[in-house]
């Protein structure tokens, strides 16, 4: 597949085919998704996969999506789900704990956010639908799944195969509308 290609057509997925994903084959993306850049390399992001029914059922509930039902929805079909984190006070910052630019730590989510898209896309190229989540509740999360001392969830990341069905793309601005020269 080209990339390309894979940018175009890759779609937010919120309806999976009942069947299992293979850690096997979640590995192989990260195994991809570990090239997204970051400020000074400081590869912050981390992939916490849940494919336990129980424990998906547990993160879907109304505290941790701030009863946000389509997500609700999403998360329950989903076979499995990846909390994407990042270590905090490394991407923005310098040494001594300061932060780098005026941007603050606004930087880590950029670098989680970075991630995140190529995450996505190396899923879509091995088979695999997923769909971006930022609407949830950390704190709760931390109730249901152990995050690691010093880590935050930047994106809730449901994924799996995908239906038959196609998911159509929504439309774009023409570039005309979004590139300006000076």
């Known amino acids: 597949m080209e990339l390309t290609q894979a940018i175009k057509e890759r779609r937010s997925i919120r309806r999976f085919a009942d069947k299992a994903v293979p850690r096997e084959l979640i590995e192989e993306v990260v195994e991809v998704a570990r090239f997204a850049p970051s400020w000074k390399n400081t590869q912050i992001a981390r992939y916490i996969v849940i494919d336990d029914k129980e424990k998906i059922a547990a993160i879907a509930n109304e505290k941790c999506t701030y009863?946000?039902?389509f997500n609700i929805k999403t998360i329950l079909k989903?076979?499995?789900v990846v909390l994407l984190?990042?270590?905090?006070g490394r991407s923005g910052f310098e040494k001594d704990g300061s932060f780098s630019t005026p941007k603050g730590d606004r930087w880590q989510m950029f670098d989680a956010g970075i991630a995140a898209q190529t995450f996505c896309l190396a899923a879509y190229e091995k088979g695999l639908g997923s769909v971006i989540l930022?609407?949830?509740?950390?704190?709760e999360l931390k109730k249901v799944i152990d995050i690691p001392e010093g880590q935050q969830v930047g994106a809730v990341i449901p994924i799996g195969?995908?239906?038959d069905?196609?998911?159509a793309a929504p439309p774009r601005k023409d570039v005309e509308a979004l590139v300006s020269f000076i």
């Open 67 to 69: 009863g946000f039902e």
């Open 78 to 80: 989903a076979p499995a």
């Open 85 to 88: 984190t990042f270590v905090e």
């Open 134 to 139: 930022g609407y949830f509740d950390d704190e």
């Open 161 to 163: 195969f995908m239906t």
């Open 165 to 167: 069905a196609e998911v």
